[in-house]
């Protein structure tokens, strides 16, 4: 299929004829609640970045079938830094050289043990992971901040670009992460999703039940959030909230999706039409998919093996240490 510009076509894409609102499913019902804290503008935030480091930035795919089968045995053994972190790593600055490098070393392997959680485990472990130890929330997104600085854009800035150019909408930000987005769009309103709510305009929940009305939202966006063996099951909440014609904003890491067509004809079979992709980026790629109201969610659910087979898990491999590579090489 032909790559195509998104930005203004799939905002376009909102002022397509609106097709009948489809009869609400009895699921669909029992999540009707207010829309929930709107978001408000942008505020800098003072959070320090630190450093990772340059050893732990390799994403590597894991393949569908070591996430799944039954041995479940993961596709590298994991560091002794990325033991299940059960305590914040250190209180207190760094006080030298030495004890920084260390810390960011324990951070890298914390960051790579959550990422993995989130990404071959349902919404409920990771709620569970988080309640216990709510750190874990912010190692996983300083990393994941870290990651996403060095990729030459971000495509948060470019769906804040584009949504910032319109008025009046309504937005749901389907794992919002830190928020941005709601804090960035200044003329709407923006319901912000996750996990954690770590910020006053978040709502924390699973995005399987999302606390907003059936039909209520223009757009909903999904950045980087397909994580979790059940994602299709976010995709089908999306066509519940979303109005008739309503548009659904997603990217995701290009190198996890298996098969493009396969990953269109997934949102095909949940109720949405392709509007536009784009895939010039190296490292992400982006689509405007739009609800087709007369064409609700397959019933059948799309277990976790066929999810992972058209979009793999997005795992960060750790390369070998300067100093194992050179103990192998002496021996
Ligand atoms: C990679 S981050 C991207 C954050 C943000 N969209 C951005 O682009 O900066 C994905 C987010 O999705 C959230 N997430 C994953 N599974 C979720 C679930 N089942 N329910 C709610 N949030 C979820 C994670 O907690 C994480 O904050």
Known sequence: METVSVQEESLDALEAPVPARPKRSKRSRKHRADPVKPSGQEKKSSQKKPRMEKDDE????????EQNTAEGSPPDEPADSEQAPTKPARRGPPQNRFENQLHERLEAGQFRWINEQ????TGTDATQLFKKEPHLFD???RGFA???????SNPLDIFIKELSKRRGLVIADFGCGEGRLGRSVPHST???FDLVARHPHITACDLTHVPLQDATCDVVVSCLA?????????IREAWRVLKPGGLYRVAEVASRITNVDMFVQLFKSLGFELRT???RNKMFTLFAFSKDASSPPARRRIGPAMAAEILKPCLYKK?????AILRDQSS
């Open 190 to 192: 923006v319901h912000s």
């Open 139 to 141: 190692i996983y997104h």
């Open 146 to 152: 870290h990651q996403v600085s060095q990729w030459p």
């Open 118 to 121: 989130l990404y071959t485990t």
């Open 226 to 234: 397909l994580m979790g063996t059940n994602y299709p099951d976010f």
């Open 58 to 65: 390799e994403p590597e795919q894991a393949q569908a079938q």
């Open 277 to 279: 992709k784009d895939e």
């Open 319 to 323: 390369r070998e240490s300067r100093s």
